[in-house]
């Protein structure tokens, strides 16, 4: 008997054909009670804040007010969040000319007047001003208790209120998105960015750790060196609908907000499998293999020592970043990628050593719309879809080989 499983790749999906005597389970964000619509939970959430007063009695008059949203690498709903947030300021009497909407880049690129109107929403183009992030000028503030130098976009510094939006989701060194993480890494400068992303290496930092997670806890020093007044975060399903909303305080409400997603993200496997066919759940999240990386990250706790994950992700704009594709395709070996990692933090660098960390002790097939010699090139193996890359990765493992499927491999951390 055979089992077909849509998995999304880009933004449609790829089916997969799995025989049914080797699926061991599919593994899918845990749900709680029946989600209400978007609208009520949005308003809910900015109606009920935690830790917080509402944001129309937060806000005095005639404030300067910066908004951080994310940018298009991020699956952040704006376009629906930010009507909401411009009608509290409204009411709070907030005039727009006030009003300043800063897209968090992080070193991505800039969006351009095309993708900016399609991620925020052309109601809001018209409304206030919409800028990219700019690394280069930024306002130094002081420096974290970990050595970050906190230099932070002037928009956002000279504001006199501040609020941030995100989605919510497991992060792979930072424990989850969300948060604090707007300001820092979100409208930081490289500098910073360079110097907190440098702890990733520590072993504390790993996705779903929050407490002693060395890069969260330097995040939210360095952001509180700026102020983050107010946020609104919102879980997403793989379909890009919003099932939960947290507002309020950048801390408690934030920290309600992450405990939704852990219950949700933490799904229990009783073994690690032979093959692990995951998904980085379709566009944006496998815009680039720079941002795929982190589904494969998660698939890593799921394939025993030896075994093989097939990684499913589009990558349209290819590897993402020339530094990460620089040190994929000039590496003799994983070994040799986690060695200079360790010996200088480079960013760009940093997702190559992790994907090396996955190659030490697994083989990655890769789906993909990358050339294949490419791919080679970065030590991965390249199929043209699922169905070819499973059944070479049965003839390697066996007949009998175990396999686990995970379609929205970013929202899920397999435990066991």
Known sequence: MIRIVPLPYGQGTLPARLPEANLEAILLPRQEEEAGDEATLLREAMARPIGAPPLRELVRPHQRV?????????????????????????????????????????????????????????????????INHDPQDTVRLGVTSAGTPVEVFRPVVEAEVRICLGNLELHYFAGYSGGAKAILPGCASKAAIRANHAMMVRREASAGR?????????????????????????????????????????????????????????????RRADIVLVSAGGYPKDVNLYQAQKALDNAAYAVREGGIVILVAECREGMGNQTFESW?????????????????????????????SVLQRASVYLVSALPEELVRRCGLVPF?????????????????????????????????
């Open 66 to 130: 910066a908004i951080v949203t994310s940018d298009l690498t991020r699956p952040c709903p704006s376009e629906r969040l930010l009507p909401l947030i411009l009608e509290e300021l409204a009411a709070a009497g907030v005039p727009d000319s006030q009003v300043t909407v800063v897209l968090a880049l992080g070193l991505h690129r800039p969006m351009t007047e095309g993708e900016i109107r399609a991620a925020v929403g052309e109601a809001v183009v018209r409304r206030v001003r919409v």
């Open 328 to 356: 994929m395709t000039t590496a003799t070996s994983p070994g040799e990628l986690l060695g200079r990692i360790q010996q200088e933090f480079v960013l760009g660098g940093h997702k190559a050593a992790a994907i090396a």
């Open 384 to 416: 043209a879809d699922p169905d070819a890359a499973l059944q070479t990765a049965l003839g390697e493992r066996g007949a009998d080989a175990r396999i686990l499927v995970m379609p929205e491999g970013s929202s899920i951390l397999p435990t066991c």
């Open 210 to 270: 929050l407490e002693g997670n060395p890069v969260r806890a330097d995040i939210e020093e360095g952001a509180a060196m700026v102020g983050v007044d107010f946020i609104l975060n919102v879980v997403v399903d793989g379909h890009h609908r919003i099932v939960g909303a947290v507002a309020g305080d950048g801390r408690l409400a934030y920290r309600q907000g992450c405990d939704m997603v852990a219950r949700r993200a933490m799904v229990p496997i009783e």
